[in-house]
Structure formats: structure tokens, C-alpha cells
């Protein structure tokens, strides 16, 4: 179109669109200029906001890494990766939570009821729970992924002073679904507030910090996927969390145990002085 | 929030929201955030979907460098680009139009009648016009920053060819605001497809082809910056730019003239061969 306007631009991207694209590939692509463009004429966005967006993506661009993925962080905390979560929740399975963007693959397997703390010292969380279907019934063989902070509140992909797997484990259940590992109990953290998304926290007056978690990639063939968080009723950050990832049914008491019920059977049996921490946070996975 | 829904992320997001923020801010990023989410919950938005769409950010930004702007030209073939221009566009000035990501700034000076095309083959082409103000005076002592595609259809930055200022330059008008210079007419071309806006603008079935254009930025104390194109009304794309920089009041008749048209005082007068072209294209700067 030669005489394109503020006013039909809309509509002259869309009939750009080839009838023959993959019909979502164009409805997605619809939906998303269409608000692009609505957003622009409600605010009116200048050129000097458009340059400061585009700066924005660049200063993203300027220090993405295989370890540093600002571009998820950006969608973390506008709310996007939760909504989509959420979108895709089953009512009747676990609720998902973030992925975020410290997971890393390959981690080493962890034996059912084995430790994933070693030398690090802090208050010892033991955490177990039963993998089950939505009729109840567990499923063996499900595999669990668990990954969380340090003590010092980072991620291993953050510090040099923790090798590539530590506070990384995945686990192969039995026939029970049972899984089970010690730990210490997560910190809160912020997240990075060095790049470009730092900036926007800070002009929006936010605050970066995550209440303390386990993350969780629950895995078994014929069922859904399920990536999720546990996070300790007593978080101070729980009705703020900076992502956007708390969901009630993800909240647990952290009991405070004695070393006597302590179970047989793990690594660390036998082996723990008073009190330690206990949360029982079982896992409902969607059939596929 | 810790029961946070994809009903209410959206308020959650806003409510995040310092109430001590620029107030400009607060609109723009509640207002993007809104249409995010929006879009999201209109289309759906799948977890695979939203990959794709990181990966086509972290895509942009393997191979963003200072003379490759994919994130500018996404905005472009989206139509972002030219809808700020439109919002901002003066009624009683020239039409802005896309800045496009080639320009180079530092241009050498070109004086008056002066000639870009150097050694440069194809269709000679003159062209002029006066920078006025909204009452048609002259504005003395304007500047216009001009570039374009070499005969081949690049831009300097793109093509190993030429050197960094080929097609490029920097003309300050006289008391009289006339700007006239010589140079090869640019050609239709299309914008970098081997990156992933090209696959965007695949899988939507689109060409990448702009019809051919001048590029001018016209500046002036006390007028507002332009920056705008100058289109032939004979290209075969002026009605399906890719990137939507078309207006009719930047679409010229590119004429056919004999060598005795000529006018004096150019570098080329007295060495011009039948035919040359010729346009002519008056600014019209808005006061600022």
C-alpha cells in the first residue's frame, strides 16, 4: 500500500499474510501485531521510546550467553512465563512454575534418597514425596530433576566457586513413585540485576527478589512434563515474587524434625544431628 | 500474589508497579504489558510458542553487531517502525518515513550540486528541491544527511565492495535552501533475509522487497528533525513494501530529460549524456 496510515497499518500487515502460511503460525502473527500496533497508538510511542525498546533488546542481545539468558529473565518478570504456565495448568495435576533461567541439562543422576548438599553447610531440608496420576496411582520410573540455589543464594551457572552440577540431581523413581534427597534448605535470591532487565525493575520501583525454592522437572512417558517449584509457607517474599511463580498449591510447611525420624535407608541415615527440616510435597502428573 | 491466575497477572503485574514511578513509565510499561498478556491469552500461547519466540530473539541477537541491526529490521517488517513515524508525522510537513538499519553516520560533506555516484555506472540521476518551512520560506543553512543502495542493491555497510561512505552524504543548503546533487538512480532491493526476520517474513509467505528509495535526514535549528524517502511512482513494489515505508506524498515522477536541460554550476555541467533523470522533491520541515 502507498497510502499506509497510522490507522490501517494493522490491516495492511495482515494482508501481507499469504493465504497459504500455516493457518496458526497466522493467527498467532495476527494477534501479535495487532497488539504491538495497539499498544503503540495507545500510548502514542515515540521515537525516543521505540529507540529506548529497541536498546532495550540490543543491551539483551549485549550480554546473552549459553548461561545468561536475559531474554527469559525479560519474559520472567513481565508475567509472560507464568501466564503461559498457567495457561497450560492442569486443574486436576500439580501447577507448573517457571523454568527460569539457571536449569541445566545433563545433571548428575542422584539415587533415591541420596544427598545433594555435600560439603555445603546451612539448615539440612530433607524432601520427598510420591510421583502420582490423577487417579492417585503411582507411576514408576517416573524422572525428577531438581536444581536450586546455594547457600549463598546462587545457581551453579552464577558462581565459579560451585562446579557445573552442583545443587543439580536427577532421579529415577522405583514401583513406589516414591523420591527422596537431602539438601540444604534454599535462600531467597534476586535475580540478576546487572543487565537491561535490572534496569526495568528499577524504573518500575520493583524489588528482585524470588521467595526460596526447589525447582522440579517431573518427567514420565504417557504424561505430561510437569516443571514446577515447592516454596516454604514462611518466605517473606511469597506474595511477591519478582517472576510471578508462586501458586498456592506449590506453598509447603517445612517442619522442623528431631534426628530420631530420620528415615532408613538414604545416604545420609543414621548421619544427622537435631533438628533438620522436613517437607512432604507430592507431584500429580496430567496424562498426555 | 501467591495465588496468582492468568485472570489476574495482569493487575498483579500493575499492582507490582511503584506508585513513585514516572508516571510516563508506569503508562507505557503498563500498557505493553497489558497487550503482551493480551496476546498471549487471545492466541493461547503454547509453551513451544513461546520458545519460538525466545529463540527468535536470542536468534536477532547472535548476529547483532554494529552494522547489522536485526532487532530494527524486525520492527520494520512488522510495521512497528513505520506506525511511530505515522504517529509523529506533521500534517503540514513531508511525511516521515523509516530510518531503515544502513545508515551511516559521519557522512563526508557534499557541497551543493555536488556529484555521489563517483565511478559508479547506470541511469544518471539529478535530484533537487528546497527545504521550506509550513509557510514555504527557504530555510538557509539546512542540513540533509543523504544515503542509498549502489547500483548492485546494497548498502555500503553491506557490501565489501565499496567503502564505508559510498552513496553517503552530508549537504548544508545555501541562503536559497536548494539541495541538488548527481548520482546513479537506487534500485529496489530486498531487506537481509539470512537472518531470522527472514524466516518470519518465510513462513508468512512474504517478499523482501523494498521498492527503490533515497534516504534523507533534514535537519534545521528550531524545526523538527525529518527523516524520510523519495520513492520513483513507476517501482514495481510501492504497493507491497515490506517494511511499509510508502506515502504518497513521497512518490515522485522521475522524468526523462535531454543533456541541454542540465542546470550550470553542478560538478557534472557541461558532461552529461542524453538522457539523465531528473526529480525534484521540496522538504517541508515542521517547526519544533
Given at each position: ?15 501481507y499474510?499469504s ?8 493467527e ?16 502514542n ?19 546473552e550467553t ?6 527469559i529473565?525479560a519474559?520472567?518478570?513481565l ?41 555445603f ?61 537431602t ?13 537491561p ?8 520501583g ?19 512434563t ?11 517474599y ?11 498449591d ?39
Amino acid at each position: 500500500m502507498r497510502n499506509v496510515t497510522a490507522e490501517n497499518i494493522t490491516d495492511v500487515f495482515k494482508g501481507y499474510m499469504s493465504n497459504e502460511m500455516d493457518p496458526r503460525m497466522r493467527e498467532v502473527m495476527g494477534s501479535l501485531v495487532q497488539h504491538l500496533h495497539d499498544f503503540a497508538r495507545d500510548v502514542n510511542l515515540s521515537h525516543e521510546e521505540w529507540r529506548t525498546g529497541i536498546a532495550f533488546l540490543e543491551g539483551c542481545a549485549a550480554i546473552e550467553t549459553e548461561d545468561r539468558h536475559e531474554f527469559i529473565l525479560a519474559s520472567d518478570v513481565l508475567g509472560l512465563s507464568s501466564l503461559v504456565d498457567m495457561l497450560h495448568s492442569n486443574a486436576d495435576a500439580t501447577s507448573s512454575s517457571v523454568l527460569g533461567p539457571f536449569h541445566v541439562s545433563g545433571a548428575p543422576e542422584l539415587a533415591v534418597g541420596g544427598d545433594m548438599k555435600r560439603h555445603f553447610g546451612g539448615p539440612m531440608l530433607l524432601a520427598e514425596g510420591v510421583i502420582r496420576d490423577t487417579d492417585g496411582k503411582p507411576i514408576p520410573n517416573a524422572e525428577i530433576d531438581i536444581w536450586q540455589t546455594a547457600p549463598n543464594g546462587l545457581y551453579a551457572s552464577q558462581d565459579d566457586e560451585q562446579d557445573t552440577f552442583s545443587f543439580h540431581g536427577l532421579m529415577t523413581v522405583g514401583d513406589d513413585g516414591r523420591y527422596a534427597f537431602t539438601t540444604v534448605k534454599p535462600v531467597e535470591y534476586t535475580v540478576p540485576t546487572d543487565g537491561p532487565v535490572g534496569d526495568i525493575l528499577n524504573a518500575c520501583g520493583r524489588h528482585p527478589w524470588r521467595p526460596s525454592h526447589l525447582h522440579y522437572i517431573v518427567k514420565a512417558p504417557g504424561f505430561k512434563t510437569l516443571v514446577t517449584e515447592v516454596f516454604p509457607n514462611d518466605d517473606p517474599y511469597l506474595d511477591q515474587d519478582t517472576v510471578f511463580g508462586v501458586r498456592n498449591d506449590l506453598v509447603m510447611k517445612y517442619e522442623e524434625k528431631q534426628a530420631a525420624a530420620f528415615p532408613d535407608g538414604m545416604v545420609l541415615s543414621g548421619n544427622v544431628s537435631d533438628p533438620f527440616l522436613y517437607v512432604n510435597f507430592d507431584v500429580t502428573l496430567a496424562a498426555d
